[in-house]
């Protein structure tokens, strides 16, 4: 099988044969929808693939080619009237420069509109009679001639507008300056006039439909009045699946590439994939959550091509979201929330997602906690996973993937010096190839506890210890490694399973199970439990008792542990939090 890793040009995936998840049966759906649609993902969520099937479908030009592009697939064996009945029009303003001056940026934008216009001439010049002139300082007039030609014709215009929201985030992830977007987008600013002509020509000039994608809904609180016609569908139970894949779909492409010739297993293969790319879900209603498609067919690829599962699970293509962590980790509260959101029990609560908010928002606005768990959803590193009694909507980290990025975030802003640096990856290997713990448990007594001691929390209890442990121990390289794995209606939490790719590595298989006891229960001062011996302290009644209790759980989801991924090697702990002073623990025999 070939996989279109880093491919969005449909006809070249169909036409060479590449794999292709079949998505053409949504396209009645999303006729019905309205005609004019907005449509959020992340990045590389495959949104620009979607586009380029749409362009395909819908453009007069490819009539002749459509039993080859289509005719295999659901839209083939039952078209729409629509189909091949439209000039297509394509901007992507990621293509659009962004740096430099006011100035700059609008000559940039009105070069990327010109461009477009001229490609869309020269694509149809032999169906249209009258010509479109290009205005090279004004990229409106040139829409405007343009739209003057479609409308001398039998046919009308399907606009397709990828990354509508590039100058936002760009705003949003590099701080430029807030003038510089007000005059884009307020008043009579460039980027709202290109969408109040969009508007306009959608009022019988010519424009039929528009299809615009986008990473966040930033600015169409900001383009409202000037762009206020199109529906958002990107909450939509129905359109939940529009990008993405399903876990049935992958466990059929890992089926047939077993099938093939395969020396690994389908089954843990699906097991990987699910722990670090599974998780999304964009619609509360949605019943599937789905799998990353850039990460997942990185993933098939490797499988394919080599027989052995990518050495490294994160994509470098998608490393720059760490900067969206980076940036609300730097708002007030943000750290909080990052943490807590590693907490995957309870995850992140808040009234609803927010659906609307401007750059100003960002820029200015009051970051309350709704407001930077929505960016986070947003941008792909959280996402919705249920309701609570009181109809509160419950946001968590999707997968392993994402959860690098909140460790890797939450590490820089604990330990940045290049001593920790440096020292923490012998901690780690030392951890997991003897299962001692004491070296590391020194390092989180002597360089942990005092940083976080310093920071101002609303919490102290055994999140913390068990964050320390979750960034210091972090390794995705070998380990499948999830904090509150769901087994024997209880969560672990904690669990470091080598990947089934990496079995040959000398690294053993942990699970931790942590407890909390404040030096107020112990009525010890920080003084004093640091003047105690380890023995001393978990020779302690209350202490004890909590070794005891930790103990117990570790037992019980050991023994759902091995069953699962048939591990014959378990080391698992019970690990005890003294305030963030001490920590005592004892090896589950």
């Known amino acids: 099988m070939k996989f279109p890793y880093g491919l969005s040009d449909f006809s070249k995936i169909i036409l060479g044969g590449y794999f292709y998840q079949d998505r053409t049966d949504q396209i009645p759906l999303l006729e019905a929808a309205g005609d004019q649609l907005i449509f959020i993902r992340p990045r590389r969520f495959g949104k620009s693939l979607l586009l380029s099937m749409l362009e ?201 590439l077993a099938a093939e010739g395969g020396s690994w297993s389908a089954a843990e293969a699906l097991d990987a994939m699910r722990t670090f790319y599974n998780g999304y879900r964009f619609s509360e209603e949605a019943g599937d959550s789905l799998y990353n498609p850039t990460l997942s067919l990185y993933f098939l690829e490797c499988l394919g091509k080599h027989g052995r599962y990518p050495r490294q699970m994160l994509d470098d293509n998608l490393a720059m979201d760490r900067g969206k962590l980076v940036y609300i980790s730097q708002l007030p509260h943000g750290e909080d929330l990052l943490i807590q959101a590693l907490n995957g029990e309870q995850g992140i609560i808040i009234p609803q997602l927010a659906r609307r908010f401007g750059v100003q928002d960002v820029l200015t606005a009051v970051k309350d906690r709704p407001f930077m768990a929505s960016l986070l959803y947003y941008f792909g590193v959280l996402t919705l996973a249920g309701r609570t009694d009181f109809d509160e909507s419950i946001l968590n980290i999707p997968n392993l993937v994402a959860r690098s990025l909140y460790v890797e975030r939450l590490q820089d802003l604990w330990l940045p010096e290049y001593e920790d640096k440096t020292r923490i990856p012998r901690l780690r290997k030392h951890v997991c190839q003897t299962g001692d713990l004491q070296p590391l448990v020194e390092f989180i007594e002597q360089r942990y506890f005092p940083v976080l001691s310093n920071r101002d929390y609303r919490w102290t209890n055994e999140l913390m210890v068990k964050i320390a442990f979750l960034t210091l121990l972090f390794d995705d390289r070998l380990y499948m490694m999830v904090s509150e794995t769901e087994v024997d209606h209880g969560y672990i939490d904690l669990s470091l399973i080598v990947r089934p790719d990496r079995r040959s590595v000398a690294a053993l298989d942990l699970l931790l199970e942590f407890k909390y006891v404040s030096l107020k229960d112990l009525d010890l001062t920080g003084e004093q439990a640091r003047g105690k011996t380890r023995d001393e302290l978990a020779a302690l009644p209350a202490v004890a008792a909590k070794l005891d209790e930790a103990e117990d759980q570790a037992r019980r989801y050991g023994a759902a542990l091995r069953d699962r991924y048939r591990l014959t090697g378990l080391r698992a702990f019970a690990v005890i939090a003294l305030g963030l002073e001490r920590v005592v623990w004892r090896a589950v025999g």
């Open 56 to 256: 395909h479908y819908y453009d007069v030009n490819r009539a002749g080619q459509f039993d080859a592009l289509f005719g295999h697939l659901a839209i083939g064996q039952h078209p729409t009237p629509l189909r091949n009945q439209y000039f297509v029009m394509k901007w992507d303003f990621s293509l659009v420069k962004a740096q430099g001056e006011v100035k700059d940026i609008e000559a940039a934008l009105h070069r990327h509109l010109n461009d477009c216009v001229q490609d869309f001439a020269l694509r149809y010049q032999a169906r249209l009679a009258h010509p479109i002139e290009i205005h090279a300082d004004n990229a409106l007039s040139s829409w405007r001639s343009a739209l003057m030609a479609v409308s001398q014709t039998p046919h009308k215009l399907y606009l397709l507008v990828d990354e509508y929201d590039n100058f936002a985030n760009e705003v949003l992830m590099t701080g430029r300056k807030q003038e510089y977007y007000e005059a884009l987008l307020y008043g009579e600013g460039l980027l709202k006039t290109v969408f109040k002509a969009v508007k306009a020509a959608a009022g019988g000039q010519g424009l039929d439909r528009a299809f615009i994608t986008g990473v966040s809904p930033i600015v169409l609180s900001d383009m409202t009045s000037g762009y206020n016609v199109a529906k958002n569908i990107y909450l939509d139970d129905e359109f939940n699946d529009l990008c993405g894949f399903t876990e049935g779909e992958l466990a059929a492409v890992l089926a047939r």
